[in-house]
T-cell receptor, first 113, second 116 residues
Framework: DAKTTQPNSMESNEEEPVHLPCNHSTISGTDYIHWYRQLPSQGPEYVIHGLTSNVNNRMASLAIAEDRKSSTLILHRATLRDAAVYYCILRDLSNFGNEKLTFGTGTRLTIIP | NAGVMQNPRHLVRRRGQEARLRCSPMKGHSHVYWYRQLPEEGLKFMVYLQKENIIDESGMPKERFSAEFPKEGPSILRIQQVVRGDSAAYFC??????????????FGSGTQLSVL
């Protein structure tokens, strides 16, 4: 499985934008970039995903480098409820049975009031 | 529209007993994934099931662990003769079946298993 590298932890002030980086230098052409987050004592929840183009939804934006070797999850205005572990995951759908998500250690985001 | 339901939320077992963890996927979802999370660690994939089929069990320990997803009813993760090292949070996720559509996974709140 292609691997991702994320910082172990980050801090951000409340109501400021947050940029969470992810490196995936061995990404293949069929790998989608997914982001999930896990709030304390809860299961992970989907945040956003993309393949080549930048993506926006109500939760966040995903900026993907032109060579696809890195990406950045952008929270436009962090709130205390955004404190969580954020996972950047590559998902290969080219073969049936490969749909599982492989979680790394993620980035623990702390929001400072 | 109920989400993924896992029960029990907390399960306490003594060493040597059996643990049964249940997962009811979201309505219309035919695929189920089980993950285990040890304290202060990331989620580790265990098994991926379709109704009445195991698609990928590459993360399942070879002994004592089994999983099923019958035609009717919830998916069950069964751990026989539990040991203290089985203490962890077990999460279930479901997704609909749409080949290549990159459907997102919906996770339950997990079952916290404690082995005394």
């Amino acid at each position: 499985d292609a691997k991702t590298t994320q910082p172990n932890s980050m801090e951000s002030n409340e109501e400021e934008p947050v940029h969470l980086p992810c490196n995936h230098s061995t990404i293949s052409g069929t790998d989608y970039i997914h982001w999930y987050r896990q709030l304390p004592s809860q299961g992970p929840e989907y945040v956003i995903h993309g393949l080549t183009s930048n993506v926006n939804n109500r939760m966040a934006s995903l900026a993907i480098a032109e060579d696809r070797k890195s990406s950045t999850l952008i929270l436009h205005r962090a709130t205390l409820r955004d404190a969580a572990v954020y996972y950047c995951i590559l998902r290969d759908l080219s073969n049936f049975g490969n749909e599982k998500l492989t979680f790394g250690t993620g980035t623990r985001l702390t929001i400072i009031p | 529209n109920a989400g993924v339901m896992q029960n029990p939320r907390h399960l306490v077992r003594r060493r040597g007993q059996e643990a049964r963890l249940r997962c009811s996927p979201m309505k219309g979802h035919s695929h189920v994934y089980w993950y285990r999370q040890l304290p202060e660690e990331g989620l580790k994939f265990m098994v991926y099931l379709q109704k009445e089929n195991i698609i990928d069990e590459s993360g399942m320990p070879k002994e004592r662990f089994s999983a099923e997803f019958p035609k009717e009813g919830p998916s069950i993760l069964r751990i026989q003769q539990v040991v203290r090292g089985d203490s962890a949070a077990y999460f279930c996720a479901s997704s609909p079946w749409d080949p290549g559509a990159n459907e997102k996974l919906f996770f339950g709140s997990g079952t916290q298993l404690s082995v005394l």
